[in-house]
Every structure is written in structure tokens, then in C-alpha cells.
């Protein structure tokens, strides 16, 4: 554990293995850096430096706020600074996604590598909003709201291991969540339509998103228009973890991908 | 390869196969779990569950902030009460027998085997402190003495073992600083109590098996402090004695082992 501080002090957990070209794993929401370990180890026997952050208000990071896209990308750019990680492939899974797709706008990266994280909330926002008010109301029934939330996207091929593995690294903080979830969903989807669109505009590097399930004819077609050079893979039944159903398989794709090899 | 996380969030690779009782095996300084060559798979089918961590900082491993031998010796301790084996024979080589030394000083076991590591650190001391400019030096600097320090210890290593026992190794200047700290910065008398207090808390059978002869006071002086200890000497093997004759040293462990393997 490597332990980074962020611009206004909070301290940020980075898992730090291996040697080589390094990668930035980013987690997703309620989730740490742990849910990287099956890619991460192959990863490294790959060859590569490995750096996996605990965004602020998960893992062992501070829960210091404030929480969404913009800070969790402001904390990133402190972790690659202070790492001193040269041209970093960046790979991030659902939310983490919508983290690497800023991070890499910023540019000083070689790539993204975007994991079933959709830029738009789509067919999430009433299943997100359903949590929210859920928390608020009785923060009791937060977790098995959230479980309930991701239940459905875990796809038929996630082995049964993985499944107990990231429930065990599930927290659900309501002092994290409200406002983390609130952020991302008081922008309208004209609003996110136009941020993606922005971010797209500035970014240069090769982008490859893989989707455990198909996002939709209309996603895919916004995607050519904003990032046309961009490659869309979809695993079908693969869920919403494709890395953690086959995490080798995943591996030879990032190797295959990355353009510094 | 797996991920054990230790209680102060450090991810420790690990490696597992065999089944039978369990053996963990920890590697030395710069090294990893692939230093070990044919060992792992010797062990299995001699009957043994073998597992190798990849100690912090090292090979597949997590970066830490510190790598003191008291943290090390807790990631053995996550890493056996992760795979549910507080019985474990540990086997530590070099800098991995200080840390499986150190954690049995505290920790559940049933037997230790301590590859090439001497517990007494004086004369190891006063030469790590010849070069301590240049392991604090540039980065060519401190290269050099590390292959220097190794070349050194070689032994009976064939060409194609020591390629491969090289090939693993990953000098990491902020790690190699880390490990030694206590030993470039603690007086000789502080080192001293340190090392005794571990040692005189060993209880467990304890085999030191030496493939560079440690001197010829070495065995009376580790049993005052260990009086379940042996002192082995192959010598002229070198620093990797279980590199050198593999066969032999997992003939010799599973002679050794208080438990009978399956």
C-alpha cells in the first residue's frame, strides 16, 4: 500500500505492483481497488506496472468530500504526478470509466481502456435515483438496495468466487453515496450528452471500450461520432464484469490494445 | 496467482498447488516466488499443499511505505490465516528466513527451515556499511553493488541456474533501502537485542541450512538462543543451496518436517 496525498490533503490508497509501462486501474462505485486483483496479478506477470487507486470515500482512502467525477479525476492527475507514471494506460470499469474518460481529456496518457462503464446514465438513472432515496430514508436498507441495484447486471458468467469476492469489498456509505450519486444525477441527459461530447473533443489517444452486454444501437452510433477512431468490443452475457469473467482474456486484449507494445 | 490483502492493506501475491499438509515458501531480497525454480513443484509431489508469497514490494506484490521485518512477518501471518494454514512449515530463504524466523517468534507454525540466512547480523552490518553510499547512490551505483553482492555468494551455481536465479530478480532501489533500514541504521547493539529478542522467542523445530558456511561458532551461538535449532552446512553450494541441488533439499525438508506428507 502506497499511500498519496491529494490536493486538499486527503490521503489516497494506491495498490502499486510490478515494473514495467504502467497502467491506472480505476475502480467503480462502492467498489476498491481490490476488485482489480485478478487482472491486476496478470497484468503485472504481463509485464507491466500496475497502479490501482481507491477513489476518495472508498477502500481505505479518506472519506473526505467532496465526491464526483471532477475531484475523483483532480485526485487521479496527484496519483499519476506523485508516481511519476510516464504516459499511463488508463483502464476504468463503470463509474472508474466515466473517471478515465476525464483523466485521459487531461491528456499525458497513452490510452483508454473503458469497461462497461457507459458515458450516459441510460437505463441506470431510475434504478440509481431508487437507491438514493432509499439511503435517504433509511440508510438500513442501503445495502441491500445497492445489491439489488447491481443484481441484475452481474451477467450469467460471473464465476460464483467473484461474485462472494466483490460483495465482500462492497461498502455501502451513505455519507459517500448520497452525494456522490446526487452529483452524477442532477445532470439531465443533454447535460452528459454535452460534458461526453466536450471531453471527446480534447482526447487524441487510442479508446477501446468493452461491454459485457450490448449498450444499444443508438450508444454505439454516439460513440462514432465523438470518438470515431475509437474500438467497441461486446461480450455478450459477459455482465457487467467482462475483466472478472475472464480476466486472461481480458489481459491479451489490453496487451493486444495497448499501443506502447 | 492470487491476492491476499494484509490488515494494512498491502495486496501479497500468492501462489498455490499440491495438496497435503501445507508448506509456505518465502523468497530473498529483490527476489520473487519464481526465484524458487523447481522447488514448488518438487515439494507438491512430494506430497505438500505449497504456497509462495511474493513479499512487499517484490514480484507481484504491493508497494508499501515501510518494509520493516515486523511488517513483513505480518504478511505471512494474512497469508496463512487467509489459506486457513496457522500449521504451516515455513521455509524463508535469505531475507525470507529473517521474516519466516520473525513471524515464528510470534506466530502459529510447526516448523521453520531458514535457507542461508544467518540470524547474527554484525559482520553483515559492517559490510553493508562499506557500500552504503553506493546502495544510497545513483541508480548504476547501486546496480553495481547488488550484482556485486550476489556474484559474491554464487557458490556451486551452474550457468543456467544462476541466469535464471538473476533473470527473476528486480533491484528496486526505495525497496532494497527499505528491507536494510533497521540493519544501516540501528547500532550494533540495537541490532543485537532486536535479533535476540526474535530469536529467543522460537520455540518451533528450526532448521538453518547453510549453503555458505556462517562460521564455526555459528551453530553453538543460534542454539543458546534456539534450543530447537539445527545448523546445516552444504557447503560450497552458495547462496541457493535449494537451487543447487533441488532433489536434495526437498528430501531433506520432508525429513525434517514434524508432519508426515500425504
Known amino acids: 500500500m502506497t499511500v498519496v496525498t491529494a490536493a486538499d490533503g486527503a490521503q489516497l490508497h494506491v495498490d502499486d505492483r510490478g515494473e514495467g509501462m504502467p497502467i491506472v486501474l480505476i475502480h467503480g462505485g462502492t467498489e476498491d481497488s481490490r476488485s482489480w486483483d485478478p487482472v491486476a496479478c496478470l497484468l503485472v506477470e504481463a509485464g507491466y506496472r500496475t497502479v490501482a487507486v481507491d477513489l476518495r470515500g472508498h477502500g481505505r482512502s479518506d472519506r473526505t468530500p467532496p465526491y464526483g467525477i471532477g475531484p475523483f479525476t483532480a485526485d487521479l492527475d496527484a496519483v499519476v504526478e506523485a508516481l511519476e507514471l510516464e504516459d499511463p494506460l488508463v483502464i476504468g470499469h463503470s463509474l472508474g470509466g466515466a473517471v478515465g474518460g476525464a483523466l485521459v481529456a487531461g491528456g499525458n496518457t497513452r490510452g483508454m481502456i473503458n469497461v462497461d462503464g457507459e458515458l450516459r446514465l441510460g437505463s441506470y438513472t431510475d434504478g440509481m435515483k431508487r437507491v438514493v432515496t432509499t439511503l435517504e430514508q ?35 456509505d451513505p455519507e459517500v453515496m448520497i452525494p456522490l450519486w446526487t452529483s452524477i444525477l442532477s445532470m439531465t441527459e443533454d447535460e452528459l450528452d454535452d460534458t461526453m461530447a466536450m471531453l471527446a473533443s480534447v482526447v487524441e489517444v487510442p479508446y477501446l471500450f468493452i461491454h459485457g452486454s450490448d449498450p444499444g444501437a443508438a450508444y454505439r452510433r454516439r460513440i462514432g461520432e465523438l470518438l470515431p477512431w475509437a ?19 481480458f489481459v491479451r486484449c489490453v496487451v493486444a490494445f495497448d499501443p506502447a507494445r | 496467482m492470487a491476492t491476499v490483502t494484509t490488515p494494512d492493506g498491502v495486496s501479497i501475491a500468492i501462489t498455490e498447488q499440491g495438496s497435503g499438509p501445507t508448506v509456505l515458501l518465502v523468497h530473498g531480497i529483490t527476489e520473487s516466488s519464481a526465484t524458487w525454480g523447481p522447488v514448488p513443484d518438487l515439494l507438491a509431489d512430494a506430497g505438500y499443499r505449497v504456497v509462495s508469497m511474493d513479499l512487499r514490494g517484490h514480484g507481484g506484490s504491493g508497494r508499501a511505505d515501510t518494509y520493516d521485518l515486523a511488517s513483513m512477518a505480518g504478511d505471512v501471518g494474512a497469508v496463512l490465516a487467509d489459506l486457513d494454514a496457522v500449521d504451516a512449515l515455513v521455509i524463508g530463504h535469505s ?28 559482520g553483515f552490518q559492517e559490510g553493508l556499511r562499506a557500500v552504503e553510499p553506493m546502495l544510497r547512490g545513483t541508480r548504476e551505483e547501486f546496480e553495481a553493488v547488488m550484482a556485486g553482492m550476489f556474484e559474491q555468494m554464487r557458490g556451486g551455481l551452474d550457468d543456467a541456474t544462476y541466469a535464471d536465479v538473476a533473470g527473476s530478480r528486480r533491484l528496486v532501489q526505495d525497496v532494497v533501502l527499505g528491507v536494510w533500514d533497521l540493519v544501516l541504521t540501528a547500532s550494533a ?20 541450512l547453510h549453503g555458505l558456511d556462517p562460521g564455526p561458532d555459528y551453530a553453538a551461538w543460534l542454539t543458546s538462543l534456539v534450543p530447537s535449532a539445527s545448523v546445516e552446512v552444504w ?28
Open chain 1, 138 to 172: 433509511d440508510p438500513h436498507l442501503g445495502r441491500d438496495s445497492v445489491d439489488a441495484f447491481f443484481r441484475p447486471h452481474l451477467g450469467p458468467l460471473l464465476p460464483e468466487r467473484e461474485r462472494q469476492r466483490l460483495d465482500e469489498i462492497r461498502d455501502v
Open chain 2, 95 to 122: 531475507l525470507g528466513g529473517a521474516v519466516v524466523s520473525a513471524y515464528a517468534a510470534g506466530g502459529p507454525c510447526r516448523a521453520v527451515v531458514n535457507v542461508d540466512q544467518p540470524l547474527a547480523l554484525s
Open chain 1, 231 to 249: 474500438e467497441f468490443e461486446i461480450w455478450p452475457d459477459h455482465g457487467h464484469y467482462p475483466h472478472l469473467v475472464d480476466p486472461e482474456r
Open chain 2, 235 to 262: 557447503d560450497g553450494l552458495g547462496h541457493h543451496p535449494h537451487r543447487a541441488e533441488p532433489q536434495r533439499f526437498v528430501e531433506r525438508v520432508r525429513a525434517f518436517d514434524p508432519a508426515v506428507p500425504t
Open chain 2, 189 to 208: 547493539a540495537e541490532l543485537d537485542a532486536v535479533v535476540e529478542g526474535v530469536a529467543g522467542a522460537v520455540t518451533v523445530p528450526y532448521l538453518a
